[in-house]
């Protein structure tokens, strides 16, 4: 792989060891993947934050590091709501640790607001053709294919080379020729609200990493995007997808229509809804998985208006949003649902302590299960509130 003058000097060690171990990071995945150079980033997204999946190894290897960023930089979801953290029911040791990764990060420059959505925060915008480092797979899967910006599904590590060289490897999906669609998915029944996850729900099983093409009838609003691109990234492993004549590289190209062509029915997205209906009712609601955007937390202050919620429900959403709008988070938690900030329902060890959970999110249904022990039912929004024992306040 081709370095500048400037690269080859830090990975000699000249600018310090840390900027050495990250280009070095960089360097092994370019001549694994057979990059040509190493490109520079907007933003990076770091996962690895949550000290439930790091643990003590990872908060030691972020602490280690030295130096500042490059480069705009933001973290996945923690373990916890870094403010309410008590009413989770969270272990204060668990807390102290999950702070200590929080202000590891913090010393290198990385901003410390956890989210899966960064796309919505100021100085994480993106635009068409922009390369970014991010990780987390849902936020890699909407700047690929709702943007049509440019990243690999970066590991943490990576994402945080990137973010402190301010540059990543040129492979991948940083290449016009890796993202042309190889497999057509066929809908052919109209899709509205949850009815997006279910469908990468159970496309994503089938599609496995490839790049597909969906056509589908009517025009997907960005929300409903977002909830099967993260589903696609959680039953599979779909890092972009394109949708005829709606996302912006569908819009744009010619691609060739791929040979193999798979057809959705709409009794395949119906039995996602039915998984474990026989026997359900749930002891926790969560929504916001991906992190809420406003548009959902208007669309929720609306369906809660004037209810009381019997049961405990999460609205998941990143902090900078729900500081933004704080009416829509005190018409929310007048019904008794509680905003969540910094974390989510699949990251937290708080899900762990409920034995059944409802939510609306392809990829919490997918992850639930097996990351929390926890068994998932799926609904859509209005059926998570009903769920949740909504009564009429007079
Ligand atoms: Fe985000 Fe957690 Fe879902 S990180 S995409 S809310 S699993």
């Not at 001549?31 to 690895?48: N, R, T």
């Not at 193999?260 to 474990?276: A, H, L």
């Amino acid at each position: 792989m081709y370095l500048t003058k400037e690269e080859e000097k830090t990975l000699e060690g000249e600018y310090g060891e840390s900027l050495r171990k990250a280009i070095e990071i960089l360097v092994a995945l370019g001549d694994i993947y057979e990059a040509d150079s190493l490109i520079p980033v907007k933003s990076a997204q770091i996962a690895g934050v949550s000290y439930k999946t790091i643990g003590d190894a990872g908060l030691e290897w972020i602490s280690d590091l030295k130096g500042k960023v490059k480069i705009p930089a933001i973290l996945n979801p923690a373990g916890m709501d870094m403010l309410r953290w008590k009413e989770m029911g969270i272990e204060p040791n668990f807390a102290r640790k999950q702070q200590e990764i929080i202000d590891a990060y913090e010393r290198l420059g990385i901003r410390t607001k956890c989210t899966c959505t960064p796309y919505y925060l100021e100085g994480f915008d993106a635009k068409l053709g922009d390369h970014l480092a991010w990780s987390e797979s849902s936020a890699v899967s909407y700047a690929n294919s709702v943007i049509g910006a440019r990243t690999n599904r970066e590991g943490g590590p990576s994402a945080l080379s990137a973010a402190l060289v301010g540059k990543t490897a040129n492979y991948g999906y940083h290449l016009d020729e890796m993202r042309e669609p190889v497999i057509a998915v066929t809908v052919d029944c109209e899709l509205s609200g949850s009815d997006y996850g279910a469908l990468g729900y159970v496309a994503g099983k089938i599609i496995g990493s490839r790049v597909p093409i969906f056509s589908m009838k009517g025009h997907p609003s960005n929300d409903e995007l977002k909830t099967l691109g993260a589903a696609l990234a959680a039953s599979g492993a779909v890092a972009l997808y394109h949708v005829e004549g709606v996302t912006p590289e569908a819009v744009r190209n010619k691609f060739t229509k791929p040979e193999e062509i798979v057809p959705v029915e709409r009794g395949q997205i119906d039995e996602v809804y039915e998984t474990n209906s026989d026997i359900w009712s749930s002891e926790i609601i969560t929504v916001g998985c991906p992190h809420c955007s406003p548009e959902e937390l208007e669309k929720i202050a609306r369906l809660v208006y004037g209810k009381k919620l019997e049961k405990e429900m999460w609205v998941c959403t990143a902090r900078e949003v729900a500081e933004r709008y704080p009416d829509l988070v005190k018409r929310i938690e007048k019904s008794g649902a509680k905003i969540v900030c910094d974390t989510c329902m699949v990251v937290s060890p708080a899900t762990n302590k409920y034995s059944s959970i409802t939510v609306n999110s392809g990829k919490a249904l997918a992850y639930v299960p097996s990351m929390c022990k926890v068994a998932a039912k799926y609904a859509s929004i209005e059926d998570c509130i009903k769920e949740a024992g909504a009564i009429d306040e007079n």
